[in-house]
């Protein structure tokens, strides 16, 4: 069964840092396109970061550069996200993606809340 589980989000006050973790199992992890979304009710759904497969290569969002940085470890399939420099705008929900040849797989989002 393919699967992903985050973790890692919680509360944390302006201009805090949190690391966001995401377990993946049940698919080729070391073929994915890892990616981490964020969502709200008032912006919907954007892309936060994303890593290629042999983790080669990385995109932002536009906010979350240089605050954002994703990593992948394909020995413990995970991937991970630190973020520095929280804002109020990064709350959101933080769901983590994995695309690949045969599959697209969602997790179940973990919450993130930055007080001012």
């Known amino acids: 069964q393919e699967q992903l589980v985050e973790s890692g989000g919680g509360l944390v006050h302006l201009g805090g840092s949190l690391t966001l973790s995401c377990v993946a199992s049940?698919?080729?992890?070391?073929?994915?396109?890892m990616s981490w979304y964020r969502q709200t009710p008032q912006k919907g759904r954007e892309l936060v970061a994303q890593?290629?497969?042999?983790?080669?290569?990385?995109k932002y969002g536009k906010s979350m550069e240089g605050r954002f940085t994703i990593s992948r470890d394909n020995d413990k399939n995970t991937v991970n996200l630190q973020m520095n420099n929280l804002t109020p705008e990064d709350t959101a929900e933080y769901l983590c993606?994995?695309?690949?040849?045969?599959?697209?797989?969602w997790g179940q989002g973990t919450q993130v809340t930055v007080s001012s």
């Open positions: 890593i290629t497969a042999s983790g080669a290569s990385r």
């Open positions: 993606n994995a695309w690949g040849l045969g599959f697209d797989v």
């Open positions: 049940g698919f080729a992890f070391e073929n994915a396109l």
